[in-house]
């Protein structure tokens, strides 16, 4: 089935310790999405590429950086992760066109020590 | 600028009830609206979107929603509530151009009571 993976499903990284989370789509969408989610909140976007164009939000801390090396594959770094990076990390992917859906991935669960 | 309020953070309601989540938006122009479900530790899953082909859409698990342009809403409901239910939803809008991000609503727990 096509879909949308992220691994690991829990990370746990020590305080300013840099940590890494993957991403993989089946799905060849043009669109992949990272959003950080906190205990029963809603998803916050940090930033989206639509193929290879980056697009930060205008309030996603610098510590937050994403690679796309292809079109299956993004990646979410945080160079130094504080306490209140801790929260469910979900990527999501879409097509480009009108009333398209995001399929999200199971999402990662950070833990910061 | 388009934004979506979700009334009621929380909703309890008894197994075999009506399930009723609320959803209002504000957009200048036609919307693209989406109710997703989020199950603990787990990601979003569509339930249903509004494709502005008819105001009834029908979705997944016996859930549906009516778009009212009228009353700027796409309220959920589900005749009768299962016990499996019990999760977080969010009703989402599409900002209709370029990579159509979304603006999501704060979220509404449901709690279904045996």
């Known amino acids: 089935d096509a879909m949308v993976i992220q691994n690991p499903r829990y990370q746990v990284t020590q305080f300013g310790k840099p940590v890494t989370l993957s991403c993989s789509q089946t799905l060849n969408h043009n669109v992949m999405y990272w959003y950080q989610q906190k205990s029963s909140q809603a998803p916050k976007l940090l930033f989206h590429y639509y193929d290879k164009d980056f697009n930060n939000e205008a309030d996603t801390p610098d510590n937050f950086q994403s690679r796309r090396p292809n079109t299956s594959f993004c990646f979410l770094d945080i160079r130094s992760p504080g306490l209140g990076d801790a929260a469910m990390y979900l990527c999501a992917t879409s097509r480009v066109r009108q009333r398209s859906e995001q399929y999200f991935g199971p999402g990662t669960r950070l833990t910061v020590t | 600028a388009q934004s979506v309020t979700q009334l009621g953070s929380h909703v309890s309601v008894s197994e075999g009830a009506l399930v009723l989540l609320r959803c209002n938006y504000s957009?200048?122009?036609?919307?693209?609206l989406f109710w997703y479900v989020q199950y603990p530790n787990q990601g979003l899953q569509l339930l249903l979107k509004y494709t502005s082909a008819a105001t009834l859409v029908k979705g997944i698990n016996g859930f549906e929603a009516e778009f009212k342009k009228s009353e700027t809403s796409f309220h959920l409901t589900k005749p009768s509530a299962h016990m499996s239910d019990a999760a977080e939803y969010f009703c989402?809008?599409?900002?209709?151009?370029?990579?159509?991000?979304?603006?999501f609503g704060t979220g509404t727990r449901l709690k279904v009571l045996a």
């Open positions: 957009s200048s122009v036609p919307p693209y």
């Open positions: 989402a809008v599409s900002l209709g151009s370029g990579t159509y991000k979304y603006i």
